[in-house]
């Protein structure tokens, strides 16, 4: 019998207010270390909020917590200890090179000169950021700078990251390099909370899934169990001519047409029994030849059915006067079931 893995993060019935408006009702969540679990929702649903909270940057009004092991509210310094913080605004310091960028980090984590130096040398080479160590980060592209806050959230060597948004803004070659980076850093035993709202970015990463509105969990599994969830799959057959289209249209009965694209569209998961029958049914009528083409629900459709929104590209900022920082108030130290 195969154990379960330990839970790098413990939630049950978080709550958390600001002044009257409730953004976390009874949060439950169980997240298993070494392993990437993210965290969607609209704009104001509370992904930011419950960074922040586990990350010790704000209380909780209630629930009980347990952060790398800790007792959140007992032990907060452990917790500290153990987590790296990436927010959606970079913490870089654009006066500071990156390599001074690094060692501050490095020496607010009290390291030794030795040790220090070593660290950072290690993150420069390991980020690609060698060439440019002794640059102003003022004068990095948005990618480097990308690069070099996760890099600062590294010098302390945690076991536990938080990314929220960590490709906000970045272009699609940027997205797929910090996608790797995170998959290497899975891959190497690291536990990532991951907040995002490019569902493909969920998609591609996380082996969990929670689907936040409202401040609720309104669904949590694998990205495959949340689609399943959602009817809607459909074949698209598409027609070379209006007698073709008609043709198929009276021999499949009552389905969706579109006469403007010479289209008709199927009911149907797309398994190779039903699409085999379907092409039957066409032949059989004489129907001409169709394009044909599948569409199954992705995380978009999961997105919009559970939290009536369609996906948006950004996430929104915490609350004024509430942004997302790490254990010191120093810019560089900024870093927010289905079985």
Do not use: C
């Amino acid at each position: 019998m195969t154990t379960p893995p330990a839970a790098a993060i413990s939630v049950a019935g978080l709550r958390k207010s600001f002044g009257g408006t409730v953004v976390l009702d009874g949060i439950d969540l169980t997240v298993a270390e070494g392993t990437i679990f993210a965290l969607l929702g609209p704009n104001g649903a509370g992904k930011t909020t419950i960074v922040r909270i586990l990350s010790t940057l704000i209380g909780a009004d209630g629930g009980e917590i347990r952060v790398a092991g800790h007792n959140l509210a007992e032990d907060p310094d452990a917790v500290r200890a153990a987590i790296g913080v990436t927010g959606q605004f970079s913490a870089v310091d654009g006066l500071l090179t990156g390599e001074e960028n690094l060692r501050l980090m490095a020496d607010l984590h009290h390291l030794g000169r030795t040790e220090g130096r070593r660290r950072v040398a290690g993150l420069l080479d390991r980020f690609d950021l060698a060439e440019a160590a002794r640059k102003p980060a003022a004068t990095y592209s948005g990618g480097m700078r990308r690069r070099l806050d996760l890099a600062m959230s590294l010098v302390g060597d945690p076991r536990l990251i938080f990314l929220d948004e960590p490709t906000t803004g970045l272009d699609p070659r940027g997205r797929r390099t910090m996608w790797q980076i995170i998959r290497d850093l899975a891959a190497s035993g690291v536990t990532i909370l991951l907040t995002t709202q490019y569902l493909d970015e969920a998609d591609e990463l996380a082996g969990r899934i929670a689907v936040l509105d409202h401040g609720h969990i309104v669904a949590e599994g694998t990205a495959q169990q949340l689609k399943r969830r959602i009817p809607g799959g459909h074949i698209r057959l598409q027609f070379g001519s209006p007698d073709e289209l008609e043709s198929a249209a009276r021999a499949l009965g009552a389905v969706s047409r579109d006469d403007a694209e010479l289209s008709l569209q199927v009911p149907g998961d797309g398994d190779l029994r039903s699409l085999r029958a379907l092409l039957d049914q066409l032949d059989a009528a004489a129907a001409g030849t169709a394009r044909v083409s599948i569409h199954t629900p992705d995380l978009d459709d999961v997105f919009f059915a559970l939290t009536g929104h369609p996906a948006a590209p950004t996430e929104a900022t915490a609350p004024a006067g509430e942004s997302l920082r790490g254990p010191t108030d120093h810019p560089a130290a900024q870093k927010e079931t289905i079985q």
